[in-house]
């Protein structure tokens, strides 16, 4: 049996509206539900900059990394071989600039939106984006209104 583990980077992008956090959703063509911006680390890359380029390329917002600190989720992907093992670091970060009209991806995203934190965590199915959105939410106190 075949196992290659697999480390990638992703955000947890947040504002504040009239004093209530949202976090950016994206929507893959592939997947119905909504998921956070994340990918695989390239050559020569380190987490916190695999997690800035990901969200760039996904959502076209750049972003600023608000705490070097990451949650990391781990999981098994095995319907096909070989199996991986894969960790996802997921940072912190706040939009600083850009827009969805500017997203690379837009081939495999189809669609770019804000949600409010109780909103994300019902909509959001896969279980490690899930448990790390609520994770930083406990570490930052944030209400889920």
Known sequence: MTIRDETAAGCIVIREIHGKPEVLLIYS?????PTLPKGRIEDGET??????????????YDV???????V????????????????????????????????LEKNIISRVEWSSLADALNRIRR??????????MRKLSLRKE
């Open 127 to 136: 279980r490690d984006e899930k448990d790390a959105l609520a994770e930083w």
């Open 47 to 60: 987490l916190t900059e695999c997690a800035i380029r990901e969200v760039k390329e996904e959502t076209g």
């Open 72 to 103: 990391v989720s781990r999981k098994i992907l095995n319907s096909y071989l070989p199996i991986i093992r894969k960790s996802i670091h997921w940072f912190l970060g706040k939009a600083v600039s850009g827009s969805p009209d500017s997203r």
């Open 64 to 70: 600023e990394i608000v705490d070097d600190s990451s």
């Open 29 to 33: 063509l592939d997947f119905p539900d």
